[in-house]
């Protein structure tokens, strides 16, 4: 099975700050990608997806790939406490499978 | 729209005993999936329905592990026995077709004794 790396964190940044997420995949085929929030004892919540490179913004959100360097990344600007979860980063495999990388914690500091 | 519905939340028992899962997905979705999260770990699927048929079950350890959706709606995922190791949230998934995103249930959290 192809890979999803993270680093787990925590990434601290205080309110207001951006927080920067980073993810790298392992499979070269993968066309889709995604970004899930889960807070503790939560399911996960879709909260971007990206299929093309370059930059993709929603709000606060804005997410970017490079495809030629296999990296994903989640900007969030000004960060608010109630950000801080865990940032699970998905690549969809062929037969349109979810692999999931193991997250990283994210703090906001008020 | 209500979201995927899962029971029980929570379930306790001893290794070497059987559990069960049940999901309901958000009408009308025909793919649903069942994921296992271990603490500190992203979900990692278990299988994949597309309706009523098993499309990926590849990481099912099959030896123990039962999923069916029978009338391409609701699902049940059974262990039989349960070991120490399966101790994890399962979630369940559901999206309108293969290639769309997923939404997950709350999950059920197995804690084995």
């Known amino acids: 099975q192809k890979e999803v790396e993270q680093n787990s964190g925590p990434l601290s940044v205080p309110e207001g700050a951006i927080a920067s997420l980073n993810c790298t995949y392992s499979?070269?085929?993968?066309?889709?990608f995604f970004w899930y929030r889960q807070y503790s004892g939560k399911s996960p919540e879709l909260i971007m997806s990206?299929?093309?490179?370059g930059d993709k913004e929603d709000g606060r959100f804005t997410a970017q790939l490079n495809k030629a360097s296999q990296y994903v990344s989640l900007l969030i600007r000004d960060s608010q406490p109630s950000d801080s979860a865990t940032y699970l980063c998905?690549?969809?495999?062929?037969?349109?499978?979810?692999?999931f990388g193991a997250g990283t914690i994210l703090r906001v500091k008020s | 729209e209500a979201g995927v519905a899962q029971s029980p939340r929570y379930k306790i028992i001893e290794k070497r005993q059987s559990v069960a899962f049940w999901c309901n997905p958000i009408?009308?979705?025909?793919?649903l999936y069942w994921y296992q999260q271990i603490l500190g770990q992203g979900p990692k699927l278990l299988i994949q329905?597309?309706?009523?048929?098993?499309?990926?079950d590849s990481q099912l350890p099959k030896d123990r592990f039962s999923a069916e959706r029978l009338k391409g709606v609701d699902s049940t995922l059974k262990i039989q026995p349960a070991k120490l190791e399966d101790s994890a949230v399962y979630l369940c998934?559901?999206?309108?077709?293969?290639?769309?995103?997923?939404?997950f249930g709350d999950g059920t959290r197995l804690s084995i004794l």
């Open positions: 998934a559901s999206s309108l077709d293969r290639d769309q995103p997923q939404h």
């Open positions: 499979d070269r085929v993968s066309q889709s």
């Open positions: 990206i299929y093309s490179n």
């Open positions: 998905a690549s969809m495999e062929y037969g349109n499978k979810l692999v």
């Open positions: 009408s009308g979705h025909a793919t």
């Open positions: 329905f597309q309706n009523n048929g098993v499309v990926d």
